[in-house]
């Protein structure tokens, strides 16, 4: 009776799987991010992948998070599995966020320092869908796993002065002309920041973790 019951109840190992697919949810995200930021027809069509990709994440985090109540075993604390797909779902939702203002204020043209960000962030969606993917092998893998939140850490730093830099130059822009155009670009400057910010925290997370069962 009990290895039918177990049987029929979740894996440990199914955990994994979800959190790689949820990491790569991210990866289209940035992508379509990016894509949205080069201005243009592109704009639209983009913020729509993001709001897909954004819905996609919700599900597969719905799903971590009723797995965890499920499981008898699961590969780590229960708490951390929790922090971790939330995390990775913040990091999402603050892509959602940006394509939602973008949406909202018609903007269809981009700063360069915008765009710079976005680089950014593809390349921290794919170092951290790297680092999901050398979980389930964390013992062998925590050198890695270390260098790649030390990168993600750089990059956000990095974000840091595109952030400072290109909000002094909407403002050398727009302080005799148009202040709404100054507000709006500030907002989508400070989202992108953020989506920078949540990506620091997942590593943060990752490493955390790899302390704790390493």
């Known amino acids: 009776m009990l290895g039918w019951f177990q049987a029929i109840m979740p894996k440990e190992g199914q955990f994994f799987t979800l959190f790689n697919r949820h990491a790569q949810t991210l990866v289209a995200g940035a992508a379509a991010l990016k894509d949205l930021l080069e201005g243009g027809e592109a704009t639209a069509t ?19 998070l009723l797995a965890v109540r499920r499981t008898f075993i699961t590969p780590f604390d229960r708490g951390d599995i929790q922090d971790l797909v939330t995390s990775l779902d913040d990091a999402i939702d603050q892509m959602r966020k940006t394509a939602k203002v973008v949406t909202l204020f018609e903007v269809a043209t981009f700063e360069p320092a915008m765009r710079q960000m976005a680089d950014s962030i593809v390349q921290a969606a794919l170092l951290t ?35 400072d830099e290109g909000r002094k130059a909407l ?13 709006v670009g500030v907002d989508i400057y400070s989202h992108l920041e953020k989506v920078l910010d949540r990506f620091e925290d997942v590593a943060n997370r990752i490493s955390g973790i790899v302390i704790e069962q390493v």
């Open 171 to 183: 403002f050398l822009a727009h302080r005799a002309g148009d202040p709404m155009a100054f507000i």
């Open 129 to 163: 869908a790297e680092a999901v993917a050398l979980l389930p092998n964390m013992r062998q893998n925590a050198a890695r796993l270390n260098e790649l939140a030390i990168q993600v850490t750089q990059i956000e730093d990095h974000s840091d002065t595109l952030y």
């Open 46 to 64: 983009g913020c729509e992948r993001v709001f897909a990709h954004e819905e996609e994440a919700d599900a597969i985090a719905r799903e971590v």
